[in-house]
Nanobody
Framework: QVQLVESGGGLVQAGDSLRLPCAAS????????MGWFRQAPGKEREFVAA????????AYPDSVKDRFNISRDNAKNTVYLQMNSLKLEDTAVYYC????????????????WGQGTQVTVSS
């Protein structure tokens, strides 16, 4: 069982950077693929990034590739989402999640979720 707690959200301006940590509890953190999803008002939750247990492999959709970076520190049971060059359309609630599927990118593949953290990008 893994419990996840996101933090680091807030109000930023377009072009700014923000880093979201997600702290995990549970001894098996380092066996899970970790992912980030986001949900904007009135929209479905969408995949943002994933990283394998080793941290070697990552995946991103085209919408955030080259701007976002996912990383993890298994010694600290923490996964990070570094967001650069933020755009208005990045405004959403960001969720951290854990999956037993290698480099999972679909919501149904994740069975542990955090409560989310709000990121608002203003012009």
């Amino acid at each position: 069982q893994v419990q996840l707690v996101e933090s680091g959200g807030g109000l930023v301006q377009a072009g700014d950077s923000l880093r979201l940590p997600c702290a995990a509890s549970g001894r098996t953190f380092n066996t899970y693929t970790m992912g980030w999803f986001r949900q904007a008002p009135g929209k479905e939750r969408e995949f943002v990034a994933a990283i394998t247990w080793s941290g070697v492999n990552t995946a991103y959709p085209d919408s955030v590739k080259d701007r976002f970076n996912i990383s993890r520190d298994n010694a600290k049971n923490t996964v990070y989402l570094q967001m650069n060059s933020l755009k208005l359309e990045d405004t959403a609630v960001y969720y951290c999640a854990a999956s037993e599927v290698i480099l999972a990118s679909y919501e149904y593949q994740y069975n542990h979720w955090g409560q989310g953290t709000q990121v608002t990008v203003s012009s």
